[in-house]
């Protein structure tokens, strides 16, 4: 893997006016055999960072509710589904370089389902909520231009790979 990471923010609000702020990190890609699709198969790490904005009068509901700490086990009364109203799903786009050449990689974090629960509040006085979300991963092999403007990249000293794309070498 290179030394850059890449990341995008997925955006989401619930129906309940709460909005959902997810980001996506790319911290490693690994080529983990073959695949029909283009002759190589990847395994990526992703980190998540999560943060959940309810509206105040969410808050306010749950100001005298006991405090769920973060690790703690997640309680199993209360819970409830809240749809997700809409959505921008996180578009994470790199370039890879493989055993079969280099390959335009694109994975998309989607949000499926969101839960709250008002019997509770987070140290911060927010209801507790959870969501469930996908990974959905795309890869071909890169365009031509793509792959000779990596090749010039390497050439000049002045321009480094990471200034036209994230470029991860795989093992």
Do not use: C
Request: proline share 6%; aromatic share 10%; net charge negative.
């Amino acid at each position: 893997m290179g030394n850059e990471t890449a990341e995008d923010t997925l955006m989401a609000k619930l129906e309940d006016g709460t909005t959902v702020i997810m980001k996506a990190i790319l911290d490693n890609i690994e080529e983990t055999g073959f695949s029909p699709f283009g002759g190589v198969s990847f395994s990526a790490k992703i980190t998540t960072q999560i943060s959940f904005v309810p509206p105040e009068e969410l808050k306010e509901k749950v100001k005298d509710m006991p405090v769920h700490y973060s690790g703690q086990q997640l309680p199993t009364d209360g819970w409830e589904v809240v749809d997700i109203a809409w959505q921008r799903p996180a578009v994470i786009e790199t370039t890879v370089n493989t055993s079969r050449g280099v390959f335009s990689l694109k994975i998309i974090t989607e949000a499926l389902m969101a839960a709250r629960n008002m019997n509770y509040r987070t140290p911060a006085g927010d209801p507790l909520y959870q969501i469930a979300w996908v990974y959905k991963y795309y890869w071909k092999p890169a365009k031509n231009d793509i792959v000779e403007r990596l090749k010039e990249a390497r050439r000049t000293k002045d321009v480094s790979p990471g200034d036209l794309t994230h470029t991860y070498r795989v093992n």
